[in-house]
C-alpha cells in the first residue's frame, strides 16, 4: 500500500509542476525539425533504377545523391541513354533535385545531366541553355564542352543546308572551339579525341 500512496503522491507532484503550481515546468523535448534534417545516404547495393523510382516516389535523396545516380546512368555507353522511360524519368527526379536550391558542388552537374537528357530527347534549346548554366557553374566540365560542340555542329548544319554559309561557318568555330576544350579538360578520353563531324553525324541526320 506504501508503494501505491508513494506513486500517487509522485504523479500528483508532478502534474502539479506542469500545471505550474508546485514548481518550474518541466521542459519537454522538442520534435526533430525535419526540413534541417540530412537526407539519408542510399542503402549499399540498391540498384540504380529502384533508386530512381523510389526518388520519385517520395524517397528523401540529397542533390548530391541525385547527381550521384544522373552520373551512373548517363554514363557514355550506358544503356540508360537510349531508353526514353528512363529518361523521362530522371528528368523528372533532377528538375525535383533543382527546385530545392543551387550549391556550388552539385548544381553544374545537374544542370549538365538535365541537358544531356534534353539533347537525347531532341529539345536542343531548352538543353543548350542548361548545358550554359552548367557551364557557368564549371566552366572546366570537359563534358559540358563536348556536349555544346555537338550542339553547335548540328546547329552550323542547319544552317549550312540553309544557305547561311556565314552563319554556318561561325558556328562550326565556336563547336571546333567548345571540342577542343573537352579535350583539354579530360585528355584522356578516347570520345572527345574523335573528329567533330563523325561524333555528330548520328544527330546530323536526324
Known amino acids: 500500500m506504501a508503494k501505491k500512496y508513494f506513486m500517487a503522491w509522485l504523479a500528483a507532484i508532478l502534474l502539479a509542476a506542469l500545471a505550474g503550481c508546485g514548481g518550474p515546468p518541466v521542459p519537454m523535448e522538442q520534435p526533430p525539425d525535419m526540413a534541417t534534417m540530412e537526407a539519408p545516404a542510399p542503402l549499399a547495393g540498391v540498384p540504380d533504377q529502384?533508386?530512381?523510382?523510389?526518388?520519385?516516389?517520395?524517397?528523401?535523396?540529397?542533390?548530391?545523391?541525385?547527381?550521384g545516380l544522373s552520373e551512373r546512368m548517363l554514363a557514355e555507353g550506358n544503356s540508360s541513354l537510349n531508353d526514353e522511360k528512363t529518361m523521362a524519368r530522371l528528368e523528372l527526379l533532377l528538375l525535383k533535385a533543382l527546385k530545392g536550391g543551387e550549391d556550388k558542388t552539385s548544381s553544374p552537374i545537374l544542370w549538365r545531366?538535365?541537358?544531356?537528357?534534353?539533347?537525347?530527347?531532341?529539345?536542343?534549346?531548352?538543353?543548350?541553355?542548361e548545358l550554359k548554366k552548367a557551364n557557368e557553374f564549371n566552366p572546366r566540365d570537359a563534358r559540358i564542352h563536348y556536349y555544346l560542340a555537338r550542339l553547335l555542329s548540328r546547329q552550323a548544319d542547319i544552317c549550312q543546308r540553309k544557305g547561311l554559309k556565314k552563319k554556318a561557318r561561325g558556328l562550326a568555330k565556336q563547336a571546333a572551339t567548345e571540342m577542343e576544350l573537352a579535350r583539354k579538360f579530360a585528355p584522356n578520353n578516347p570520345t572527345y579525341r574523335q573528329d567533330l563531324k563523325p561524333a555528330t553525324q548520328p544527330e546530323l541526320g536526324k
Open 50 to 67: 529502384v533508386l530512381l523510382e523510389e526518388g520519385l516516389k517520395g524517397r528523401a535523396l540529397s542533390p548530391a545523391q541525385v547527381a
Open 113 to 129: 545531366n538535365l541537358g544531356i537528357i534534353h539533347f537525347h530527347q531532341k529539345k536542343y534549346d531548352r538543353a543548350q541553355q
